[in-house]
């Protein structure tokens, strides 16, 4: 592969597009999919607002969304892989950091967006970089951070290749990125959160894990905007399940002809929302799923006293007895008799190691997600 057989770096149209609001704001199958998603959204954000305890999806959500935005970009490791973290393949432990790191990012993108006034920074775009490539991941050496000094290609034999915007223009367009961001000029913020996903892909600003930031951008975006309570709607799972078309889109927004441009965008908008659609219909049913279970274990085990037991592995997916009695001042032979209830009785867990080091895995929770 030479660079020959790439086309020269893409300089693309600033945001806001023009002409774009303008061509589709009276585009019928455009306002119909736009507002079918606003209102799926709406639900799933409702749906959210009514629970006692929307804290409990968190991990769940946010784990399965790392594992998914990771596969995309090549990982194999599953959700039981990171949660057990028995494996011997070096493969899968590297995959295991990256989806640990995707993780780390969301919490702090979540924290960033809140201390520094709700919105997105290239700081924060920065800095997501650098967690997601931090640990000696794949990609730790391409200048975690940092914007590319040195031209970078995609290769596609399928698609076309594509060359991102030259490193010399990266900062500016950055700059125009996030401008764009703390306005308002399209129809909707959904329209904005997916022009903003295509722009950062093409503008491909790293030398290595653009795609996982700009998955990223998206609930961090909607939940800067007041969109979302806190950033737990994901939509790489669509990506993931529908990844030709995904790709396709976005490359045709690229490649296309000037004067096919307005249909490439909508297109490829059209394909954004239908996503938010399909991933809030899903999202309301895992999130029933989800609680039904919390609902089923803590009348299991009865006293409130050990709610909090049920809490912690809702939120870590796995626990130590040792640990919970530290940690919750529960006594040991109390730990161990729900514990030891939920696992030989229900199956709600399953118990690994000796008793010296004893660790229990959320296997029932992680059926429903995986």
């Not at 790709?247 to 490439?264: M, P, T």
Request: proline fraction near 4%; charge should be negative.
């Amino acid at each position: 592969m030479n660079i020959s057989d790439f086309p020269k770096p893409h300089i693309l149209d600033k945001l806001p597009i023009e002409n774009l609001s303008f061509a589709l704001q009276t585009d019928r199958d455009f306002l119909s999919e736009m507002i079918r998603a606003e209102k799926c959204l709406s639900e799933f954000i409702g749906y959210l607002n009514n629970l006692p305890t929307p804290n409990i999806l968190i991990t769940s959500l946010t784990l399965q969304e790392a594992v998914l935005s990771s596969k995309i970009e090549g990982t194999i490791a599953t959700i039981s892989d990171v949660v057990q973290e028995n494996t011997t393949s070096e493969t899968i432990k590297n995959d295991i950091k990256e989806i640990e790191n995707y993780c780390k990012a969301i919490e702090y993108g979540r924290e960033e967006i809140i201390e520094k006034g709700k919105c997105i920074s290239k700081y924060l775009i920065k800095n997501l970089h650098v967690l997601l490539l931090s640990d000696n991941v794949r990609g730790a050496n391409k200048t975690p951070g940092c914007f590319k000094t040195e031209q970078n290609y995609i290769y596609n034999p399928k698609l076309g290749n594509y060359t991102p915007l030259p490193p010399y223009l990266t900062d500016e367009y950055i700059d125009n990125l996030v401008d764009y961001l703390r306005g308002t000029e399209e129809v909707s913020v959904l329209m904005q959160a997916a022009i903003m996903h295509a722009q950062f892909e093409m503008i491909h600003p790293f030398k290595d894990g653009n795609g996982r930031v700009g998955r990223l951008l998206i609930p961090l975006f909607l939940y800067s905007k007041d969109c979302l309570p806190s950033p737990i709607f994901y939509i790489s799972r669509y990506f993931s399940d529908n990844e030709d078309s995904y790709k396709e889109k976005l490359s045709n927004i690229s490649l296309n002809k000037e004067k096919d441009k307005l249909e490439s965008w909508k297109e490829w908008l059209l394909f954004f929302f239908k996503g938010i659609s399909f991933e809030s219909k899903r999202h309301i049913e895992t999130a029933k799923a989800i609680i039904d279970l919390y609902k089923e274990m803590t009348g299991v085990v009865g006293k409130t006293e050990y709610i909090p037991i049920i809490d912690e592995l809702f939120n870590k997916l796995k626990v130590e007895p040792k640990v919970l009695v530290q940690d919750l001042g529960i006594s040991d032979n109390s730990v161990r008799r729900v514990l030891k209830k939920l696992s030989e009785e229900n199956n709600y867990i399953t118990r690994h190691g000796t008793d010296r080091k004893t660790i229990y895995y959320f296997n029932k929770l992680v059926d429903i997600i995986e």
